[in-house]
């Protein structure tokens, strides 16, 4: 038997794998153009196990949630109600929003905002966050539990969770309902006569069971508007009090993810419903902070002051595609969709530096290789 040198089964090696890589299918690249075709608010895109991805989001007068399917982030499918509320069984009552789904152990976990059915003070804002589970990202899914997952007292919503070493933390906003905040803005809106006084939203962060029973320790306030007007973040995070829009200042939506050793928390400022929707974010080296706002803030807003045609925009996500570029998935508005919130999708970039950059809003055709 006649043995060939190393040096010629190397040879042989190469020119195998060469051959194989000219047969290999190559990567397809998509190209989308914003908004894309789906009119959700508060979205959230989940990379399923099943290789495919699925959007949920809060819809316009819907009794539960509805989601829409893609394989490649450009083309997207309604696949319906996949989680259905106010049942007589559910805790919930109304006001379904901003959904997220997290895929454990071969389950679908679906956190959610709604009106809770126990008011017995009839307030006004009821809000609390529960969790609904399912064997499939295209559900049905069923809630977990027939209450939320914990009552602080007040309304939250916009739930956002963090998975570490065997730990769940859960990001939520507590509501500007009843929560009047005394601050040099709101003295300076009394002083023109134009509100009593400024309610303001929160952002707070809590260690959760595994299970989603219930919490573990106090929230922690992590992020509230300025109280100074000289503060770098007072002008864009007041722009609904400054416009004149309404009596109300929000620290809400928050999405956390890590980089490089840091915790990366966005998060959404200004009327929800109004052009001046923005979106900064935060810093920390722990998942409960302290976070300190950076100085870029806002990342994203409207651009009509720079002849564009999107405001609104808030209320975001991130996700790493394949590729390994992030992604960051928000909702706006154009002239064309008026008042409805669509859905749209700009890569989001961290420098060698660690300032975060959302390449966006956009309307341009957008390639994702």
């Not at 998509?30 to 699925?54: E, R």
């Not at 859905?343 to 994702?368: A, C, M, R, S, Y």
Request: neutral net charge; charged residues 25%; proline residues 7%.
């Amino acid at each position: 038997m006649k043995i060939r040198p190393p040096q010629t089964l190397c040879a042989i090696a190469a020119i195998l794998v060469t051959a194989l890589a000219s047969c290999a299918k190559p990567e397809k690249s998509v190209t989308y153009k914003n908004p894309i075709n789906v009119a959700f608010g508060d979205p959230f895109v989940l990379k399923a196990s099943d290789g495919k991805y699925y959007m949920y989001g809060t819809s316009e007068n819907e009794k539960g949630f509805r989601a829409c399917v893609s394989d490649d982030l450009a083309n997207w499918t309604d696949i319906g109600r996949v989680y259905e509320g106010a049942l007589p069984e559910s805790w919930t009552l109304k006001n379904f929003w901003a959904p997220e789904v997290y895929e454990i152990n071969k389950k679908y976990y679906m956190l959610f905002s709604a009106d809770w059915k126990e008011n017995p003070a009839n307030e006004l804002e009821n809000f609390r966050i529960g969790v609904a589970v399912s064997d499939s990202p295209r559900g049905p899914f069923k809630d977990l539990m027939n209450r939320p997952i914990f009552d602080p007292g007040y309304p939250i919503i916009d739930a956002n969770l963090w998975f570490e070493n065997g730990r769940v933390f859960l990001y939520y906003s507590r509501c500007c309902y009843k929560n009047p905040v005394a601050s040099e803005v709101a003295d300076w809106a009394k002083q023109r006569g134009w509100f009593k006084e400024i309610e303001e939203s929160w952002i707070y962060g809590v260690e959760i069971k595994p299970d989603f029973s219930g919490i573990i320790g106090e929230p922690r306030l992590l992020l509230r508007p300025p109280l100074k007007m000289d503060d770098t973040q007072a002008e864009w995070e007041s722009r609904s009090v400054t416009s004149r829009e309404v009596n109300r200042r929000w620290t809400e939506g928050s999405f956390i993810f890590k980089k490089n050793g840091t915790y990366y928390m966005m998060y959404s400022a200004n009327y929800y419903g109004g052009q001046n929707y923005a979106v900064g974010y935060a810093t920390s080296d722990n998942p409960l902070g302290p976070f300190k706002k950076a100085e870029n803030n806002p990342v994203l807003q409207k651009n009509t002051d720079n002849g564009g045609d999107v405001t609104g925009t808030g209320h975001n996500m991130v996700f790493t595609h394949a590729n390994g570029t992030l992604y960051c998935v928000y909702h706006g508005r154009t002239t064309k969709t008026g008042n409805r919130r669509v859905v749209f999708i700009d890569p989001l970039e961290i420098k060698p530096n660690g300032q975060l950059i959302v390449n966006g809003p956009t309307t341009t055709p957008q390639t994702i290789k």
